[in-house]
């Protein structure tokens, strides 16, 4: 036992400030919704550019059913991941647009909440510490 330490006087250390359980789990919720209504959404504007006489916008590779690689039919675990794939027709269109979607709606969500956490967030300064000084600086001509 130190000379200053008392084990019947000691206090209780605060608690850091730690995310609260409310934000995570909106976190993790955000990481499965955001990819789900990408890829809804990339499909259905998949559907509606092909239906436009769009189908300029894509290139002829990324239209159609998918076909492996030659080497992917001599394995059946290789073939069992990718017969999921295969059965998507313009697999490769939905899977840019969906990419492009995901962008944007993460980086949407992104300002929102910069804007909301600017105007909701607490002061930067806290009760111990001292205002900022209001200086004024003439400029000099030399």
């Known amino acids: 036992m130190g000379k200053y330490s008392n084990t019947f006087t000691q206090k209780e ?20 919704i955001i990819p789900v209504l990408s890829v809804a959404s990339a499909s259905e ?5 092909l239906t436009l006489e769009g189908k300029r916008i894509f290139p002829r590779q990324m239209l159609g059913i998918p076909r492996p690689p030659d080497f992917f039919y001599n394995s059946d675990g290789l073939m069992a991941i990718f017969k999921l794939v295969t059965g998507f027709e313009n697999f490769y269109a939905i899977a840019v647009v969906s990419l492009i979607f995901m962008l944007l709606l993460s980086g949407l969500i992104s300002m929102v909440y910069a ?11 806290g009760p111990l510490d001292a205002p900022p000084q209001k200086i004024r600086v003439k400029k000099k001509s030399r």
């Open 13 to 32: 250390l605060p608690k850091k400030n730690q995310t609260h359980e409310i934000w995570k789990n909106l976190g993790c919720l955000m990481m499965l």
């Open 45 to 49: 504007t998949v559907k509606w550019i």
């Open 115 to 125: 804007a909301v956490y600017s105007r909701v967030a607490p002061s930067r300064y």
